[in-house]
């Protein structure tokens, strides 16, 4: 007997002994249809919380008032303004203070951290990812192998699914860590493949790179804000992540990095720096010679963007009420109870098609996320899903991705979109 059911009001009983039930009113529900909208691309573009406006407000106002004075005679003064946010993206992820900034944008960082963290040398040249990452992070991480002078075809090794399988055997990256050996520089893949929704053991990923004398670093774009992230305990080198998916920080809002506390304090490490790193007590003196900030400070380039910042703020600050321990809770709840509608649809239809859910069944083992193979169906189906109403996200070839934003999706959310999408099915 599952403990779920597929009705309306199993659904309402949910969300009615929901701890976080009280969140959903914090946001705005899009509202561009004429049938009710059902949003679950929070894995994309997170909803804008009702509190933005305001925190957007005070610096527009500040800026009115004070002009330049505003870095200095602001409430929240935009010289420092970064550091009201680093105590709660550092919570978020699993970090100290120390090991997180919010600056720049995510394929920025990546690059930004890669300078400091992909040094080939000698033997040492190989870089380990994963087949077919975001387009960003292919693109990144091949100019950054050719920045070197290296060749792709031979220094940059892709794990790839095993044939006719959809997902990543986690033993053959490690399997893979091992054999490349001290050839190997850089483990650099994404915590959550944005694709499968798969999700990594970055610990154990991390804890292989180093056996073999090398850093590992993670693209957190599906993870910050959905996964329960221990970076700083999991002893990972580096991660950066963007604020405008699970973060629900504005389109194409700031970024986030973590350096790990034990490279807090390398002036030698190579990088590519701005006066935003340099010592702050030291910066307007413009002394020649580069001395960063500790920690992950010292890989800011330039003046924070205040507006972008103020709209990652107001998300934070919900995050910090709803905690992540909750988040995390409710998030495995919701997912499980799609999951279970997805099935129960997909056995009541089996006539017509199938439902083949590729994310992992296991649920320590994904996030928010379920990517749905609709066989016997196409994007026809994904059409009609959009006519109901329901925002998704289609991918070529032919997959659906789902994802129920454990902060503002509700049971009764899910409940529907099962009943929609048997309505589509051809
Ligand atoms: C969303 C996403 C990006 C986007 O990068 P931007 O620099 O913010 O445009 C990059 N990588 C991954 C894995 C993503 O999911």
Redesign the pocket.
Known sequence: MSQFENTLSFAQQQDAVDPLKSFRDKFYMPNFHEKQVRYFTGNSLGLQPKSTKEYIVEELDAWAKYGVEGHFLAKKPWFSYHENLTNKIAKVVGAQPLEVVVTH????NIHLLMVSFYQPKGKRTKLICEAK??P??QYALETQVKFHGLNIETDLIEIAPREGEHLIREEDILAKIEEVGDELALVMI?GVN?YTGQLFDMKKITEAAHKVGAYAGF?L??AAGNINLQLHDWGVDFAAW?SY?YLNSSP?GV?GLFVHERHSYKPELPRFAGWWGYDKETRFLMNPGFNPMKGAEGWQLSNAPIIGMAAHLASLDIFDEAGMDRIGTKRDLLTAYLEFVIDDISEKNKERCSFEIITPRDKTKRGAQLSILAHGQGKALFDALSDEGVVADWREPNVIRVAPAPLYNSFEDVYYFGQLLEKSIK
């Open positions: 944008s995510l394929t920025t990452a975001f960003s992070d994404g944005y693209d774009a599906h963007c998916k194409g970024s």
